[in-house]
């Protein structure tokens, strides 16, 4: 009985770990400065814009698509022949120029977004190998989008600030008023339709990474706070300003 109870309780929390988490959590490591990094809030931030810039050049190597803004990225390769690499760190510094009139305030997460995801994605692309065949390809654009995805749950509970896009994106919601939703949709069909025709690769990779990457980052979300669950006195008190 007592097994049956174990294996119950751990099916439950397998479960409620693949529904993925709701916000954006806080961990043992979560930053409370933006500007004020920890040796856990660093570590925590490099890793997943590592792993976020893995998981972009998998899906760049499938070459079945990749998400917008490396679809974006990709486009811009091609017609200046500069790396993926440095088109991907000069299309995130054009996107921080747009903070300007919109008057975000950057953090250190916005900064490291930049430099880290664009070598990332450069010594990634190229050191893994191209896979042949379809299911071989299609396998590494599922790995990728959930590289992505755990990614972005080290580097979303970081604490250190957004990234250019997403601030781009919360920046346009205040001025606004727009959705939030109706607003990330509209920059990511611009960017990938901007992408395409410059040259970049749209595919069932970009359409599974549009339908699926929300579930992963949720997930990812989800298995860093499990792993990394915030201390009993900061629970209470971030607990108890609501």
Do not use: C
Not at 126 to 141: H, I, N, Q, T
Not at 149 to 178: C, K
Not at 193 to 221: D, H, P
């Amino acid at each position: 009985m007592g097994d049956e109870e174990d294996e119950l309780s751990r099916g439950v929390r397998v479960l409620r770990l693949l529904r993925g988490a709701r916000n954006i959590p806080r961990t043992r490591w979560t930053a409370r400065s933006p500007w004020k990094p920890t040796a856990g809030s660093l570590t925590s931030l490099i890793v997943g814009l590592w792993l976020f810039g893995t998981g972009d050049a998998f899906l760049l190597t499938a070459d079945l698509g990749a998400t917008p803004w490396t679809v974006l990225s990709q486009g811009v390769s091609v017609r200046t022949g500069y790396p993926i690499g440095v088109t991907t760190l000069l299309v995130s510094i054009a996107v921080l120029l747009l903070w300007i009139p919109l008057k975000q305030k950057p953090g250190l997460g916005t900064v490291l977004n930049i430099v880290v995801i664009s070598i990332a994605i450069q010594v990634m692309y190229d050191v893994v190998p191209a896979p042949s065949g379809l299911p071989a390809r299609l396998a590494l654009v599922m790995v990728g989008i959930a590289t992505i995805g755990l990614g972005s749950g080290f580097y979303l509970t970081a604490g250190h600030g957004p990234g250019p896009r997403d601030g781009w994106m919360t920046g346009l919601h205040h001025r606004t008023g727009q959705p939030v939703g109706r607003i990330r949709l509209a920059i990511e069909v611009t960017v990938l339709v901007a992408g395409w025709l410059l040259g970049g690769t749209v595919g069932i990779g970009t359409a599974l990474f549009a339908l699926l990457i929300g579930q992963f980052v949720a997930v990812g979300l989800s298995l860093v706070t499990h792993f990394a669950p915030p201390e009993p006195h900061e629970t209470t008190q971030h607990g108890s300003q609501h």
